[in-house]
């Protein structure tokens, strides 16, 4: 498929999507939220595909929404049009999704981010929610997960000052899954990648289907949820294939059923 503001790529089981706006740091307009829609959605309906990184360049994963963009919006276009709303069909794929960050990962750029099942992050990383800074504050799920991801005091400075969190205060507060050096992180997200989508595709996804559920749900409702679809999971021949597997002593052939 051929796009204007993305590139995508196969990797063996592996789904990549680059952002590629170089000229705007990756900032994300309409077009490129239309693009990675289309670009979730192949990965997705493509059975082959067991797992999905999403990256930027060296110097930006994304610097937010686009600013040239949104400083012709209006208060009834934003309302009428739901703006944003589209980036609710990006956090609610169900493959996993990794994100590989290096550079800015600002404003939108952040929540992107964290729509992503984790990020893993390059050493130059450089996290933020300047939002604050241009008269609004996070609308694309920010001030909600971050606040979930490193609590509310560091949540409350970040988006009240607009500070930028570097790599390592992100991993040492829980907004990353991992730092690498960053001539490494492409090769580290794909390598983790690989492991994911080695795995049985349908447990994987009900894996994250069930870590997702602690957001919203009580922990005796979340408990109750995991153990529902722990059961479910004795009905797959993964489930058989990966007991017998470990018995026999050799490694398992998932065939994601
Ligand atoms: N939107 C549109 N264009 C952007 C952009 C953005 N978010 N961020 C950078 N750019 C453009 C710049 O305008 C510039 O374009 P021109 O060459 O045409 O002027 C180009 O990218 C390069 O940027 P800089 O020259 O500013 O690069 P720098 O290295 O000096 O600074 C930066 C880098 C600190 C990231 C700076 O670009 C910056 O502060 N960007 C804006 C960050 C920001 O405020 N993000 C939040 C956006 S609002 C949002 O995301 C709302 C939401 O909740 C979803």
Redesign the pocket.
């Known amino acids: 498929m051929a796009f204007e503001t993305i590139l995508t790529e196969t990797r063996g089981k592996v789904g990549l999507i680059t952002l590629n706006r170089p000229?705007?740091?990756n900032?994300l307009n309409s077009a490129l939220l239309g693009e990675v829609n289309q670009a979730l959605d192949a990965f997705e309906a493509d059975a082959n595909i067991g797992c999905i990184v999403i990256t930027g360049s060296e110097k930006?994963f994304a610097?937010?929404?686009?600013?040239?963009e949104?400083s012709e919006l209006n208060y009834p276009h934003t309302y009428m049009a739901d703006f944003?709303s589209g980036w609710e069909k990006v956090s609610g794929r169900r493959k996993p999704m990794i994100a590989a960050v290096a550079g800015?990962a600002?404003?939108?750029g952040c929540?992107f981010a964290m729509m992503c099942d984790f990020i893993i992050a390059a050493d130059n990383a450089k996290f933020g929610q300047?939002?604050i800074?241009?008269g609004?504050m996070?609308?694309?799920g920010?001030t909600q997960r971050l606040t979930r991801l490193i609590g509310r005091a560091k949540a409350m400075e970040m988006c009240l000052t607009g500070r930028m969190m570097g790599a390592e205060e992100a991993e040492r507060s829980g907004l990353v899954a991992r730092v690498v050096p960053a001539a490494d992180l492409l090769n580290e997200a794909l390598k983790t990648a690989d492991t994911i989508a080695s795995m049985s595709l349908p447990i994987a996804m009900m894996t994250k289907e069930t870590i997702n559920r602690a957001d919203e749900v009580t922990l005796s409702e979340g408990i109750r949820f995991e153990r529902r679809l722990f059961h479910a999971m004795f009905a797959t021949a993964d489930q058989k294939e990966g007991m017998a597997a470990f018995v026999g002593k050799r490694p398992p052939e998932f065939k994601n059923g």
């Open positions: 000229q705007a740091l900032a930006a610097a937010g929404a686009d600013i040239k949104m944003f800015f600002l404003g939108g929540e300047p939002e800074k241009l609004v996070p609308g694309m920010g």
